[in-house]
């Protein structure tokens, strides 16, 4: 099969990049900066018969960084048929689980490895505000006939952009779903810390936390930074904590999942990335501190059944805002320590998997998620 190319649109024509994948399935990985080359995408695709899917993204990476601009052009196999899915707003997040797995009944009766579950890997719009409930009635009615993965594309600004297409269409308020082979499950890792007792959110909805303890929430997310940090922090200031001390939701079975507050409301609530269930149990988190220790004990579980050829990996934005220069140096520690030929991938707006395989799916903030392609 054809190899993966980063493309930029300002140094090479499109047309010249596209014809190598002439009648091929191509999945696009698309920097925000560049969103408005997704039709001249589509009209040079539809011209040499290929079978599109895209997403845009804050950024993409390569072995060589992190690029504000540019395409990732990844070949698929002639399996590979995404499905992509405009979600009504309007629905209840039970009803866009029913009509994402509506779609996916005929997919699944076709799966040629009765043996073996495929995974779901679903490509969210980041503004949809329930994707951990709708994760839930998608697991409800498929349990473990599948494996589950993830990410949100989007703007890293959380502003609503189109940002999922194919051939004909660019849409928001959408998720992309595909079946991927048995060996295709990525991998998820955090690395977050416990360091506060636990509080309860008194009053959430959605992504949005009213009260924590029967404090306003931004009240008492001060009081904890006050506690732990010796600092004052004022609501213009909350985002650049926010990454490096997320709050954390304790599950019955012990893990942890990462909920980072991008802002304040003016009546004092956070609004997080990803839902926070009314009385969920919180705590205050700490972020990995060294950007080598957590990537040297991914890669180990990457190369476990021998070296990759190619990672593909989907690095969390408030992560990558968290180490600043230093997330470089955790994406390369990575790649080296696997010892892969090439790596493919982009920021994300939210992580979607399991901390095991066949345990039920999880929304992830500051996560990392990557899967080892081809094995030498």
């Not at 993966?4 to 010249?16: G, I, K, N, T, Y």
């Not at 904590?241 to 079975?253: D, E, I, K, Q």
């Not at 579980?301 to 190619?310: F, S």
Request: aromatic residues 8%; charged residues 15%; proline residues 7%.
């Amino acid at each position: 099969m054809m190899q993966p190319s980063f493309h930029q649109f300002d140094v090479h024509p499109l047309a010249d990049a596209l014809l190598p994948y002439q009648g091929e399935h191509l999945d696009v990985l698309l920097a925000e900066q560049d969103a408005a080359r997704v039709a001249d995408l589509q009209l040079q695709c539809q011209c040499l018969d290929i079978q599109l899917c895209g997403a845009i993204f804050p950024r993409l990476i390569s072995q060589h960084g992190f690029h504000e601009r540019g395409a990732w052009l990844l070949p698929r196999p002639a399996a590979h048929n995404p499905l992509l899915i405009p979600l009504p707003a309007t629905a209840t997040a039970d009803e866009l689980a029913g009509i994402i797995c509506e779609q996916l009944t005929s997919r699944l009766a076709q799966w040629p490895d009765a043996q073996q579950a495929p995974t779901l890997f679903l490509t969210f719009d980041a503004m949809i505000p329930n994707i951990a409930s709708i994760l839930e009635g998608i697991y409800l009615r498929l349990a473990d006939r599948v494996n589950y993965a993830g990410v949100n594309a989007g703007s890293g600004q959380f502003t609503a952009i189109p940002c999922l297409f194919d051939n004909h269409s660019l849409l928001a308020q959408a998720v992309s779903c595909v079946l991927l082979p048995h060996h295709s499950y990525p991998l998820l890792e955090h690395g977050y810390q416990l360091t506060a007792q636990p509080m309860l959110a008194t009053s959430s909805e959605g992504n949005k936390i009213s009260f924590i303890d029967w404090e306003p929430a931004f009240s008492r997310y001060q009081s904890l930074i006050r506690q732990q940090f010796q600092q004052h922090l004022t609501p213009e200031q909350f985002y650049q904590y926010g990454v490096h001390l997320p709050l954390g939701l304790l599950r019955a079975n012990g893990d942890v999942i990462v909920r980072i507050p991008v802002a304040v409301t003016e009546e004092g609530a956070l609004l997080c990335v990803g839902e926070v269930p009314d009385h969920s149990i919180l705590t205050l988190l700490k972020a990995p501190q060294s950007p080598t220790a957590h990537a040297i004990e991914l890669a180990g579980k990457l190369c476990q059944n021998g070296a990759p050829e190619r990672i593909e990996l989907y690095y969390c934005a408030g992560r990558q805002q968290h180490f600043g220069q230093q997330s470089q140096l955790e994406v390369t520690t990575l790649f080296t320590h696997c010892g892969a030929h090439e790596l493919v991938g982009a920021l994300s707006l939210g992580e979607i998997g399991s901390l095991r395989p066949g345990d039920y799916p999880l929304f992830h903030n500051g996560a990392i998620l990557c899967n080892g392609e081809g094995r030498r």
